[in-house]
């Protein structure tokens, strides 16, 4: 794959390409091949690191977050001038309801009716009174500004408040993916890795005394062994007459698939949150080419049962999985299919048993507290993920929002009117300026109340799956599945 794409445009171009999900995978195939991977990590996780360092899935992830504006935060004057970022569209029609206001007012006293007759004469006094009573009230209207700056302080500090606990739960999910990640991975390969740190120990004792302790262990081997399905076994009739390595490779195989699995599913879960917690629309964009895109970010991490298993959370009349919200109705939340599938590779993964270091025997890991600890990783991010949804789900109370803007819009009015009353021509243009200032901030706290969307100023999340799969990929590759040889 060549460059990532920069733009919508060229993301809509490449999502509309991949029609299918054989040319998505075809696509993602072509760079499997440049994932660097160490020659000590076992076959069956190659596939998965190769699924989950994908640079072309990972470059799509990326890409797909707006693009922000690199200002300089130790310089007053970058960007102060640009309007890319400002919440514009929100300020344009209320800037222009006030100028227009504002400007009309002075029409009224600098055109009125031009004195030469008795009823002319006596209206353009009127105006002029009337003028002259605006003016004088200048003062008193400025006593808004207090309640109105009171309220500000409140909603700003709120929409605050609000950006810092999503960036907080965004910061979260890679924190304790990270550390979710490590815990599977070393539990996993430790008893691997011991099991093969005796038996080269074995191999650098005298061959008797090897022998003298495989025979005095034999006389301890139980008649029964519970195997991973729970089933007994009796080792003298199984066991003892399969090769050791053939065990140890069976039972190795089933750690590899669990580890490679849970590694799969876990990179998959901010990609669900991601498309769970943003809007299902985007402008120029087809609800096709969308879910094109998102089954392009999962690539080879699923099936293509899985992945629509995840991407298709509602169902129409038929109980036909759709895409789309239009056409039916929810059923399903991604972020929870893949958290569920965590809680169940969590239990797997606790009671997985190992082959001991002689092969005839199985060895469980430390089921009850492992287990406490995987679920209790995945239960932070299952509130993570309910932190996310809370304040998409719950804007400012209504009564509030409504108080603020009451206030404000009629503040603006009163000033607008007694400014140019006072001062006339010359007002408007620095009145723009205090309106622009005012009704931006406003503005500014609607933008960053629930920063999910696809604006410049909101959250990178799909930069957040990418650092996730990185991590990932990075505690798969760094897993010690064999002692260090020593020098």
């Not at 402008?283 to 998102?294: E, S, V």
């Amino acid at each position: 794959m060549g460059n990532p794409p920069s733009s919508t445009a060229q993301l809509n171009k490449d999502s509309s390409e991949i029609s299918n999900n054989e040319a998505t995978h075809a696509r993602l195939d072509k760079d499997t091949h440049t994932v660097s991977i160490p020659s000590d990590v076992p076959p069956m996780l190659r596939s998965a690191l190769c699924a989950i360092l994908n640079p072309a899935r990972l470059a799509s992830l990326e890409a797909f977050d707006a693009e922000p504006i690199p200002y300089d935060p130790y310089s007053i004057f970058s960007h102060i001038l640009t309007l890319r970022g400002r919440n514009f569209s929100m300020m344009a029609a209320p800037l222009l309801v006030l100028t227009v206001w504002g400007l009309s007012w002075q029409l009224i006293f600098r055109y009125a009716l031009e004195p030469g007759s008795e009823y002319s004469d006596q209206i353009h006094i009127y105006i002029s009174d009337v003028q002259d009573t605006i003016a004088s009230l200048d003062d008193l209207i400025n006593q808004f500004l207090k309640p109105v700056s009171f309220l500000f302080a409140f909603r700003l500090g709120r929409a605050a408040v609000r950006f810092w606990d999503a960036r907080q739960a965004l910061g979260r999910v890679i924190a304790t993916s990270r550390a979710n990640i490590a815990t599977v991975s070393v539990v996993l390969a430790a008893p691997i890795r011991r099991r093969r740190m005796k038996q080269m120990m074995q191999e650098n004792t005298p061959r008797q005394q090897c022998n003298d302790e495989i025979a005095t262990d034999d006389k301890h081997i139980p008649q029964t062994v519970k195997t991973l399905d729970g089933e007994e076994a009796n080792p003298s009739n199984s066991l003892v007459h399969k090769a050791g390595t053939e065990v140890e490779e069976d039972e190795d195989k089933k750690v590899y698939t669990l580890l490679s699995e849970y590694a799969r599913w876990l990179s998959v879960l901010p990609i669900s949150i991601d498309f769970f917690i943003r809007p299902r629309t985007r402008p120029n964009w087809t609800k096709d080419a969308l879910y094109n895109k998102k089954r392009f970010e999962i690539g080879p991490l699923l099936s293509d049962e899985d992945a629509n298993h995840v991407l298709l959370e509602f169902e129409n009349d038929m109980r036909q999985p759709q895409f789309d919200p239009s056409d039916g109705v929810r059923v399903r939340e991604a972020p929870l299919v893949v958290l569920n599938r965590l809680h169940e590779l969590a239990y797997d993964i606790a009671f997985v048993s190992h082959a001991n270091e002689d092969a005839t025997r199985y060895e469980p890991t430390p089921h009850g507290f492992l287990y406490q600890q995987i679920n209790d990783q995945v239960n932070i991010l299952n509130e993570t993920y309910g932190t996310m949804e809370r304040i998409k789900n719950t804007p400012l109370p209504f009564v509030y929002a409504v108080h603020v803007r009451t206030f404000l819009l009629l503040y603006l009015l009163l000033w607008n009117m007694s400014s140019v009353a006072k001062y006339g021509w010359i007002a408007l243009p620095v009145l723009f300026a205090a309106n622009w200032s005012l009704i931006g901030l406003e503005a500014a706290a609607v933008e960053c109340e629930s920063p999910f969307h696809w604006n410049r100023n909101h959250l990178h999340l799909g930069k957040m799956s990418k650092v996730v799969a990185m991590n990932v990929g990075q505690a798969l590759k760094e897993v010690r599945w064999s002692p260090a040889k020593s020098t």
